[in-house]
Nanobody, 114 residues
Framework: VQLQASGGGLVQGGGSLTLSCVAS????????MEWWRQSPGKQRKWVVVESHGTLHYDDSVAGRFTVSRDSAQTTVNLQMDGLMPEDTGVYYC??????????WGQGTLVTVSS
């Protein structure tokens, strides 16, 4: 099982980025997808998690970030609009299997300049 995240980069405040997470060896279909963020000097924290088919967005990103999946259930995207400097961090996609095992992608760095 592998998760490959991509799409990070440097963007000005107010800009947009789309992160992608491609799964191999597994699909997101029956599993829960998650996006986490580790900001500089802080612990990794979830920004979007899926529970029983419902997406939950952290208050800090609600209304600005949107998750989508492809029809094959192998790719999830995180559309990030209205980016702010506090969104800076390494973003990790994760897949939570029904048994509780969580698979992590390698992380992609997002830097938002003011």
């Amino acid at each position: 099982v592998q998760l490959q995240a991509s799409g990070g980069g440097l963007v000005q405040g107010g800009g947009s980025l789309t992160l992608s997470c491609v799964a191999s060896g597994i699909t997101f279909g029956r599993n829960s997808m998650e996006w986490w963020r580790q900001s500089p000097g802080k612990q990794r924290k979830w920004v979007v998690v899926e529970s029983h088919g419902t997406l939950h967005y952290d208050d800090s990103v609600a209304g600005r970030f949107t998750v989508s999946r492809d029809s094959a259930q192998t790719t999830v995207n995180l559309q990030m609009d209205g980016l702010m400097p506090e969104d800076t961090g390494v973003y990790y996609c994760a897949l939570l299997a029904p048994g509780g095992r969580r698979y992590w992608g390698q992380g992609t760095l997002v830097t938002v300049s003011s």
